[in-house]
């Protein structure tokens, strides 16, 4: 949003304040300002435009004018045409440079000398009007620009979605005056000055059909205005913000909406049907020629502005071509209303238009703004377009705005700012921010916020008002007082948690990506993986229109990415939900499992594929012992997105996580990836909950004996279940055991393979013996043997 520091200085005294200590004050308060421009005027003269004659050599559409600059006359070519005999324009003369970076150098243009440059709104940084020079409506040829115009600066913000009443310089004003702890000079509600007869509800009938998507409706009436120009004053604050003037009476409905935040409109009262406003849906195949002259058709879940026979308006969005004030306008309907911010959003996405006016509506207005807005334009209408404001208007509030009270104990500004905020300033800072405080018997205070304040209901978001305004850098930097006598990370935040597993990621040169929850429902389908997922009601694209099944997909996206870009290795994780609907469940919220998901390249012999598939494991292997949980197991599985048999299902404590393998090569030949890809996707969340506090052990007193061993069974045999019967069988005397190798050849007969483990044991009361560790090697191959038919190599 764009903000006038000229303007804000109507509302709060800024003597002493400069613009850059403004838009401090309003950064620490929470209205991030991103950038300040200086205009500076002071080189820019007034000249008046004596002749226009077209330019005999040129080409393009250029212009020369004799200007006269109070002392002398100069000759100056422009390219627009809108400088005719008798205007005033301001002037560059050479040497001088435009407030847009621009110098202006005496020139000779295709014969003809042009000593200066007539300047736009935008070459002066009044607006981004450039089509044509900027008209003033006063001055004295000669005289600095700035003697009616004076140098202004211009501030970027960022106003957050919570704060629709800052979307408006009265808002901003409010803040800054807290800030600087000076007062506000203009009330939030105007005074109301119509009185001529007969009542306004009395000449237009208004109703609302649907109350959940207008709350309020007020349609004031003044007759009599005259539609021309706008004074000067009016139309150089609205370029500053980036607003073409039109005539007197829309560019106050402008000028109201950057004020106050409340987008108004104005129709030719003659050109409505009874005359009568019904807000109400749009009815089936109705269309509407709309302000920007585009016909646009409608659909029944828009919200429109009807009169007795026709849609007039696009509920909050743009209003209708037919029904527009034009210069033979005499009489207007004003209308100042409140919008369902959901409905707004959704008709300005559908129709691919968003205005100034439904980017307020989004985020949901406080009904009260409505009435102040509409106040504010009708006397603004009435000063200068000398209008009659009709008396007691049309004002449908089928329900008023309950006013929220919220009970503050003020200690809790301490506990939560973790600095003492003395009660007199606490207090001081809410009613200069216009909450009013009632200090109750027990000592609570009663606090009822403003009207246009609907985000504050709680009171910590009391604590966050005092806490902004008394400014945050005041706290000072402390070390938290309170010490635990031993780590205890089950207290921690789940995602302080997996911070762990990110360390382990990391390490092994994996990048973390974030990629948006919502996917294209035809990948899903060609990836088949569709069957739990969720579509969502008016999609941006078909690219996301779903919420995602799985992480998978998307880190491939970002390993084709930098394929393309070049890179080799790509190594991706990313940790988030997925969203699974419910099975026979519909219209219910679907399960959301937060996940773990990784993905690597590998070389693209199957060698390469088997050595990356092993690193991976043992990176999975390194997140789940980060998190102090039980080992996990591997067994043979099969799964959408993974090659068949070269995939393995993690199993905790007897419950499936997820996969683990070398993706399907449809996966990356559809990411168009050369290669293998490997990857694995675990549902965390169990494994947060196996996690134990973590325990020093001793160091062993009693030396380790290892030994290997090398088994011989059927290629259907998993080396997992190997571990398992090995683990079964030895006792508590084997402290590991791992596979290591895996060998077929001419010493294995076909269809057999031959793993081999490395078995540690150890005693934690005295030195095992050879005698000892053969028998319990005995013991494990005769396991092996009754299981699985197992033989040994030596």
């Known amino acids: 949003m764009r903000i006038s520091y000229e303007w804000l200085g109507d509302f709060v005294d800024l003597d002493g304040v400069t613009p850059q200590d403004a838009a401090d004050v309003l950064t620490r308060q929470g209205v991030e300002v991103e950038s300040l421009t200086m205009v500076d005027l002071s080189q820019i003269v007034i000249g008046k435009v004596l002749e226009q004659t077209k330019h005999p050599k040129s080409r393009n559409d250029l212009w020369i004018h004799l200007v006269d600059l109070g002392d002398r006359k100069e000759q100056i070519i422009a390219g627009a045409p809108n400088a005719i005999p008798g205007s005033l324009v301001p002037v560059a003369l050479p040497g001088t440079t435009v407030p847009n970076g621009k110098v202006v150098k005496d020139m000779n243009i295709a014969g003809f000398r042009a000593a200066g440059m007539l300047c736009s709104a935008a070459e002066l940084l009044l607006g981004d009007d450039h089509s044509g020079i900027l008209i003033l409506d006063r001055g004295t040829p000669g005289r600095p620009l700035t003697s009616v115009i004076p140098s202004q600066a211009v501030m970027e913000a960022e106003i957050t979605s919570n704060r629709p009443d800052c979307m408006g310089h009265l808002g901003i004003a409010r803040e800054l005056a807290a ?407 519909k219209n219910t919220q679907p399960e959301e499992p937060l996940c773990v998901a990784a993905v690597a390249t590998a070389d693209g012999s199957p060698e390469a594929g088997e050595k990356a598939l092993r690193r991976l494991k043992s990176v999975l292997d390194g997140c789940i012992s980060s998190l102090s949980a039980p080992a996990c197991t591997y067994q043979r599985a099969a799964a959408e997105l993974f090659h068949p048999g070269r995939c393995a299902a993690v199993v905790l404590d007897g419950r499936q996580l997820g996969y683990l393998g070398e993706l399907h090569p449809t996966v990356t030949t559809g990411a168009k990836i050369e290669g293998r890809l490997v990857g694995f996707e675990i549902d965390i969340e169990p494994v947060l909950a196996a996690s134990r506090t973590p325990r020093a052990q001793p160091l062993p007193r009693f030396p380790a004996v290892e030994r290997d061993l090398a088994v011989v069974v059927e290629d259907t045999v998993t080396a997992g279940a190997l571990l398992l019967a090995i683990k079964e069988s030895a006792g508590e005397l084997l402290e590991h055991a791992r596979a290591f190798d895996e060998y077929r050849g001419a010493q294995v007969p076909e269809g057999h393979k031959s793993i081999a483990f490395t078995l540690t044991f150890r005693s934690p009361e005295r030195t095992l013996t050879d005698a000892e560790v053969d028998t319990v090697i005995s013991e494990i191959r005769l396991g092996l043997e009754k299981r699985h038919r197992a033989r040994f190599r030596e």
């Open 179 to 585: 800030g600087l702890d000076r007062p506000l000079t203009r009330d939030f509600m105007p005074a109301f000055t119509g009185s001529a007869d007969p009542p306004g509800r009395d000449l237009v009938k208004v109703g609302i059909d649907d109350p959940d998507l207008c709350s309020r409706y007020i349609g004031g009436v003044i007759k009599g205005v005259r539609v021309g120009p706008s004074p000067d004053w009016l139309q150089r604050r609205l370029r500053a913000s980036g607003v073409r003037p039109i005539n007197n009476i829309v560019d106050i409905t402008n000028y109201v909406l950057l004020e106050y935040a409340q987008p108004l409109h104005a129709f030719d009262l003659a050109k409505l049907e009874g005359p009568a406003i019904n807000v109400r849906r749009a009815h089936e195949k109705e269309r509407l020629l709309c302000l920007d002259g585009v016909a646009r058709d409608l659909t029944t879940d828009m919200l429109v502005i009807a009169d007795a026979t026709r849609p007039v308006a696009v509920a909050g969005v743009i209003g209708g071509e037919e029904s527009a004030v034009t210069n033979a306008t005499t009489d207007i309907l004003l209308e100042s209303a409140t919008f369902n911010g959901p409905s707004v959003r959704q008709t300005s996405r559908v129709l691919g238009l968003r205005t100034e006016a439904s980017a307020r509506f989004e985020r949901t207005l406080p009904p009260e703004l409505a009435l102040a807005g509409a106040r504010r334009a009708a006397a603004l209408i009435e000063e200068l377009a000398g209008g009659t404001v009709h008396r007691e208007w049309a004002d449908v509030y089928p329900r008023p705005q309950e006013p929220v009270r919220v009970n503050l104990r003020p200690a809790l500004i301490d506990e939560v700012l973790g600095t003492h905020v003395p009660l007199e300033e606490s207090e001081a800072i809410l009613k200069r921010l216009n909450f009013h405080v009632k200090v109750m018997g027990d000592g609570e205070w009663d606090i009822l916020p403003p009207v246009f304040r609907l985000d504050v209901t709680i009171p910590e978001d009391l604590v966050e008002e005092v806490g902004r305004v008394y400014g945050y850098d005041r706290v000072p930097p402390t070390l938290p007082g309170h010490r635990h006598d031993r780590w205890t990370p089950l207290t921690q935040s789940v995602d302080r948690r997996l911070d762990e597993v990110r360390e382990v990621l990391a390490g092994a040169g994996f990048t973390e990506t974030w990629n948006p929850a919502l996917v294209s429902y035809g990948k899903l389908e060609e990836l088949r993986i569709a069957a739990h997922a969720m579509r969502v009601s008016n999609a941006l694209s078909d690219d996301m229109d779903t919420l995602r099944t799985s992480l998978l997909p998307s880190l491939v996206d970002a390993v084709a990415l930098n394929r393309d870009r070049g890179r080799d290795g790509v190594k991706v994780y990313e940790i988030a939900a997925v969203y699974l609907a419910r099975v026979g469940e």
